[in-house]
């Protein structure tokens, strides 16, 4: 039992040191090698990585838009601050928020918690009510900014996959999301780019690749507290 117990112990922090590791490992890749392609089978991690990941009361006011077409995406560069990654990448992946969160997106979401979950409707009604309640009085702006902190949650999930994964990456803010919206048909769906993810393999001569991490010392980014100042000495 007791080795058992150690076995599974040791096993656990081996995987932790490969997080940090892996953690350790990526970088803004800067150049992709547009030779080598994700398999199928790691294109799919990512997607379920995405659906797994945490959002504000489970809702999940996001999707993820991907695409695997050189020449959209030779045409995504122009619209992103003429970054090359977009067109070397093996795929550009686009997180985007819904356009309308309302009643109706509220009442789905529980419909389909009723339809996984089996919870009687009269357990689920409550907290659903309170939901469209208080996003009725929200200002549309508020709503909007909400959903935005959603997106950068899973941005958060899909870097720390990639990393664990082996994939490079490079998280990006600076691009025209009418531009893309137009041109990938998003608004049709409902949809408004946020932020966007290009995914693949470094370049060899990708130099960024060999740069030492820059980060601030630990004792400078983490604040441990022990004891609230109302409990005094």
């Not at 695409?67 to 977009?86: A, F, P, R």
Request: with cysteine; proline share 4%.
């Amino acid at each position: 039992m007791v080795k058992g117990l150690l076995k599974f112990t040791r096993s656990k922090v081996k995987q932790r040191m490969k997080t940090i590791d892996a953690l350790e490992w990526r970088y803004a890749t800067k150049k992709f090698d547009d030779n080598k392609i994700l398999s199928d089978s790691k294109v799919e991690i990512l997607k379920k990585s995405f659906n797994l990941t945490a959002t504000s009361y489970g809702l999940q006011p996001i999707k993820l838009a991907i695409v695997k077409d050189k020449k959209i995406q030779s045409q995504l560069v122009e619209y992103t601050m003429n970054q090359k990654q977009v067109a070397s990448a093996s795929h550009v992946l686009i997180l985007c928020i819904e356009r309308k969160v309302d009643k109706l997106f509220i009442e789905n979401y529980f419909s389909h918690v009723h339809k996984i979950r089996s919870t009687p409707k009269e357990i689920l009604n409550p907290f659903k009510d309170f939901l469209i309640g208080d996003f009725e009085k929200k200002p549309p702006e508020e709503i909007y900014d909400w959903a935005i902190n959603q997106a950068y949650l899973a941005m958060g999930t899909l870097l720390t996959v990639c990393a664990t994964e082996g994939i490079d990456a490079c998280p990006m803010e600076g691009f025209e999301p009418e531009k893309y919206d137009e041109l990938l048909g998003l608004k049709e769906l409902n949809l408004k780019s946020v932020l966007v993810l290009p995914v693949g393999y470094r370049a060899v001569e990708d130099t960024f690749k060999d740069f030492k991490k820059v980060r601030k010392p630990l004792d400078d980014v983490i604040i441990e507290i022990k004891k609230t100042a109302s409990q005094g000495n």
